[in-house]
């Protein structure tokens, strides 16, 4: 059925949102590729699948998961994995990503992405639920950093260890959002160079940017992940500065709430491309040296 | 043990007048983001399947209405595409929606829309089939219908008060019928058709979608006033919700 290659075109890419399918494919492709939250996908047939069947001939994509609660206690949900896996037969995405957080209790589900304390027990678990994951789906998925607000007094290890750990016994790559590392850092009072000097870049097979808001409690120090404005400046420094050390990266844009034209997209995506494009010189020029 | 801390924290989340969980460090007030997240994200997710009962009530009514919902009928499913179809019963016996009675049926008529905008695709059949048929065939018929297929009946005319607040709209709810409305609401390709049936059209279209073949459909109406079969059935087909003729 798909048409377009399933590997990634290097190069920066857009979650894809229903508002722009029509400018997608009316007009030149100015995005290389996109990614969907396979939940969106989860119906049976209309005008979502019919768009993403047609973008997905032109385009390779991502199945970026939010639903799987990896983190959480609970087994996972079989029929959530069966559903996730007909899309990964269907849509054959060159990535396939989740959240290290959790999101269900006890078949409750929160829609959002909690945060979990990093310890040996959680770490078990987590690399259980990665472990079955890829053998469900067929495939190495990427695990992604979370935004977080909270710590717990359970913690006996750092997050970038605790993901490096994982990774190390599933095999799975990373998906570092800078986005969230900066928000993470800032409500911790850490500093996110130092976090991102720790952070293992070989295992990265994508990276995220998006917008954050400050809290309108007037907590100063509070950043709130919202998806809803253009990547903040200190994300494009903390960006620049990670592409300059890994070279071109997957890199993709997400904007979920308030979603804009679709031309503000393409601007956000021009400028992560116009990054990648310094740093693919720059790697040119080190092997012509 | 992360499964009790995890418990705590599901339990806090939804309650906001329980304490936020223990064995949290540093400034514990930041766990209402979690909770202004959980509740933004399911006014949001209803807002979007109903907007119009959202245009109805304003958005300050339907984020309570939404809240209210959300604690006694939470999502038990990541795929939320699939929450919102308890809405319209909640909203019957919601008591501060009570002057608008006609919104838990706005609800219901979203829902439809809903359901039919993510059912399952089919390619809708043209009259032409039955062209070539003797008469004694066509009674035998049964039809099959599109898998987008929803009727509803309403004492309200909530399909028009759904129609005047669409975007593309020419129509407004100056000019609004009296009494019920008979609704079809069907999606054949991309678009959502909504469509206020009469009375015998209405009950046509029920029949044929329970598998009733068509002699038996006729016989069973025959004797509702004014009603024109061939017009009852060409309106089927013309809005693409026959998918197989057996």
Known sequence: MTTAGRHMTSGCGAGLKPAHYRDILQGEPAVGWFEVHPENYMGAGGPPHAYLTEIRQRHALSLHGVGLSIGGPDPLDRAHLDRFKTLVDRYEPALVSEHLAWSTHQGQYFNDLLALPYSQETLNLVSDHVDQVQEHLGQRILLENPSTYVRFKDSTMDEVSFLKDVAGRTGCGLLLDINNVFVSCTNQGESPESYLDGFPFDLVGEVHLAGHAADEGGDQRLLIDTHDRPVSDPVWALYRRVIGQTGVLPTLIEWDSDIPEWQVLVGEVARADSILAAASSDEGARHVA | ?246
């Not at chain 2, 043990?1 to 064995?23: E, K, N, Y």
């Not at chain 2, 997710?45 to 006694?72: C, H, K, N, W, Y």
């Not at chain 2, 179809?85 to 919601?94: N, R, V």
């Not at chain 2, 000019?175 to 609704?183: C, M, R, V």
């Open chain 2, 1 to 246: 043990m992360w499964h009790d801390t995890a418990g705590q924290f599901a339990r806090s989340l939804i309650d906001p007048c329980r304490a936020v969980p223990d064995g949290l460090t540093g400034d514990s007030a930041r766990f209402n983001v979690y909770r202004n997240n959980v509740a933004v994200g399911l006014r949001d997710i209803l807002g979007e399947t109903f907007p119009v009962v959202r245009d109805l009530v304003g958005d300050e009514f339907f984020s309570a209405m939404a809240r209210a919902f959300g604690q006694v009928s939470p999502p038990r499913s990541p795929v939320l595409i699939e929450y919102g179809g308890g809405f319209a019963d909640f909203i019957d016996g919601f008591e501060p929606a009570r002057p608008l009675p006609y919104l838990a049926d706005v609800a219901r008529l979203e829902w439809a829309w809903h359901e039919s905008y993510h059912a399952a695709d089919a390619e809708p059949m043209s009259i032409d089939v039955l062209t070539d048929r003797n008469p004694s065939d066509i009674e035998n018929l049964h039809f099959q219908v599109h898998p987008s297929l929803r009727l509803m009946r309403s004492d309200w005319p909530v399909a028009s008060i759904w129609q005047a607040h669409q975007a593309d709209t020419t129509s407004d709810l100056s000019s609004l019928p009296k009494g019920g409305e008979q609704i079809m609401v069907v999606r054949p390709y991309l678009s959502v058709e909504v469509r206020s049936l009469e009375p015998a059209a209405f009950e046509f279209a029920e029949r044929v979608a329970s598998g009733a073949p068509l002699g038996r459909v006729l016989e069973d109406l025959g004797d509702h006033p004014e009603w024109d079969a061939s017009a009852c059935l060409g309106a089927l087909f013309d809005v693409g919700a026959v998918c197989r003729v057996v």
